[in-house]
């Protein structure tokens, strides 16, 4: 019985490390974009957009706090990248140069990003109401109803991109779409302990969310004459394992100068 | 030793003064914030319901809630304490919060929602229907910010936060 328990335990704490890593290094690359949006109007949605999604990591590092697995701000700053579960796509940098020199962000890569990471979330978030870890059940009501807005809004500009027509915008778009597909099944991974997670429902297995997600995203794929059947893959690696890249190892050294200054530190 | 006896009423009472920090007119208690509040003996503890799981207000909300508590000398301990559940909704807001939020400039929350997902805020100056959504966020988590082409005034309306969304 003893093993037993411990091995739900570690599934849970795995899922929460999920979630709360995605979110994190998600919305840290979304806060890359504060002053270097394309408009004022989008500078503003897209930073509460990255403020939410910090909030939800933040709900998910509490959670794991409650668990015993140490405080939510070390779990969040504290952690070397071989320990992080996030998907690898997300880690990826927003485009050549960074953020105090010379960046050259892609906007169409964010785009098509923040749509699919965002449709996926929803379809866990949504797979999440029935969790039977009842207090991650309780958080997915919540971060729903703010969810609700963020997929609208990068729906928004990915239907607007690819239809807009303009040569220089659907060619972005297409090769932002094929950079991304080739890693996003690391969105869906559920990791070493996915069996074990389905087994307690905690959450659904990983090849039902994908194929939710396809049934979702392939009609706003068609709707702007993207035509193809949508196939993921895991190029770089399953993040959820612990493989990471060197572009998670420098935004995790930038995100932690200032806690690592002083890290007992009260704000 | 006091021997006074807190009561919640008076709990609730100072809760009144404890504003939104950045909505000046609009206290906390309007909002729907708290859940709820119980006192045992010299003891209080408030619960409370996050409006957005980002905002950075609701630490200092946190606090001032205690500080105000602290107030009254009988009060010994006191607790404050975010909930998971149920979810704060936009809803929550009462007709006296609705009122303080226009007086700041700022519209209360449609109450529903169009089957579409689409809603109807009026000018919170003109009271005019003649509005354009500039953009669903805004400064804060909780606000959208409009134009209403009646009076030429640029507001803000808060968020509709519903359950069935």
């Known amino acids: ?267 | 030793m006091s021997t006074v006896m807190l009561n919640t009423e008076e709990i609730y009472k100072l809760l009144e003064d404890v504003k939104d920090p950045e909505i000046d007119t609009v206290s906390i208690l309007d909002l729907g914030m708290v859940e709820n509040v119980t006192v045992s003996g010299p003891d209080v503890s408030v619960k409370m319901l996050p409006t957005f799981l980002g905002c950075p207000a609701l630490s200092i909300i946190q606090k001032n809630v205690e500080t105000a508590i602290k107030q009254l000398t009988a009060v010994r301990n006191v607790s404050v304490e975010f909930l998971r559940s149920p979810s704060w909704t936009s809803d929550r807001i009462t007709e006296k919060g609705k009122a303080g939020l226009k007086v700041f400039g700022i519209s209360p929350p449609p109450r529903q929602m169009k089957k579409d997902g689409s809603w109807h805020i009026d000018c919170p100056y003109c009271e005019s229907t003649y509005v354009t959504m500039e953009n669903i966020f805004g400064p804060t988590a909780c606000r959208s910010i409009l134009y209403c082409k009646a009076c030429k005034n640029p507001f803000e309306a808060m968020k509709p936060m519903i359950k069935t969304i």
């Not at chain 1, 297409?174 to 429902?201: C, N, P, W």
């Open chain 1, 1 to 267: 019985m003893e093993n037993n328990s411990s091995l739900e335990n570690t599934a849970i704490k795995e899922l929460l490390l999920q979630l709360a890593d995605d979110d994190f290094i998600h919305s840290y690359r979304g806060s890359e974009w504060l002053g270097l949006a394309p408009h004022i109007e989008e500078d503003v949605a897209s930073s509460s957009i990255a403020q939410d999604t910090m909030g939800h990591a933040a709900i998910f590092f509490k959670l794991l706090e409650e668990l015993g697995e140490g405080d939510a701000d070390q779990l969040a700053h504290d952690r070397p990248a071989k320990e992080r579960r996030n998907a690898i796509i997300l880690e990826v940098v927003n485009g050549p140069g960074n953020y105090m020199e010379d960046p050259d962000y892609d906007w169409a890569f964010a785009v098509v990003r923040n749509y699919l990471y965002t449709q996926a979330k929803a379809i866990k978030i949504q797979s999440l109401h029935s969790s039977s870890y009842e207090p991650l059940a309780e958080v997915a009501q919540k971060v729903q109803m703010e969810l609700y807005y963020h997929l609208m809004h990068w729906k928004t500009w990915f239907i607007q991109l690819l239809g807009s027509g303009h040569e220089e915008a659907v060619s972005r778009m297409k090769a932002a779409i094929e950079k991304t597909l080739q890693d996003f099944q690391g969105v869906f991974s559920l990791g070493h302990y996915r069996v074990e997670m389905v087994k307690q429902g905690l959450i659904e297995d990983e090849a039902v969310l994908l194929n939710k997600w396809i049934q979702e995203v392939t009609p706003v794929f068609e709707s702007v004459g993207v035509a193809c059947s949508i196939k993921v893959g895991m190029v770089k690696g399953d993040g959820r394992t612990g493989q990471h890249t060197e572009d998670l190892e420098k935004a995790l050294e930038t995100l932690s100068e200032v806690y690592a200054s002083d890290k007992t530190a009260t704000w």
